[in-house]
C-alpha cells in the first residue's frame, strides 16, 4: 500500500501553486484562474467516468489520479484547504447518505 496521502498531493499543489516556476504546470494552470482548473476538474471528472462505464481499471486508476491532482489544483485556487473538506466528510461519519441529504438546506423553488 502506498504511504503517499491525499495531504501531500495537497501540500505539494499549494507550494507549486505559489513557486512562480515557469517549469511548473501547477503554477500555469493557476495563473489561468479558477475557472480555468475548474474546465480541467470537470473535464478529468468525465474522463473517470467514460473510463469506469468502459470498466477499463487501468484508465479509471490514471484518470481518477488525474481528477484528485486537479481537485487539489482547485481547493488550492478557491482558498479552501483540504482539511475543511476532511472535516465535512468526517462530520457525517455518524449518517447514512439518504440521511444527509435530507438534511441539507433545500433549494428555493
Ligand atoms: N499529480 C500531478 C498531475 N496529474 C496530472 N497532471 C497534469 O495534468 C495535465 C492533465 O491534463 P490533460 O491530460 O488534459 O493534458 P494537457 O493537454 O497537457 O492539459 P492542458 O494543456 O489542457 O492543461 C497533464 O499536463 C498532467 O501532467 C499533474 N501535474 C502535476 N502533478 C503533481 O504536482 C507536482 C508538481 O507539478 P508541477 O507543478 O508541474 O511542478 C508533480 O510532481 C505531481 O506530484
Redesign the pocket.
Known sequence: MSDFTLND?AD??AR?AR?G?P???????IGKGIAKCAQ?LG??AVETAIAAVERDRAGVTSEA??LL??LCVVLEAADVPLDDVMAELAGRTGQTGLEEKAARPKDPQ
Not at 517549469?23 to 494552470?29: D, E, I, M, P, Q
Open positions: 498531493l505539494i499543489v507549486r513557486s516556476d517549469g511548473s504546470y501547477t503554477a500555469k494552470l480541467k473535464e478529468e489520479a488525474d491532482y486537479h
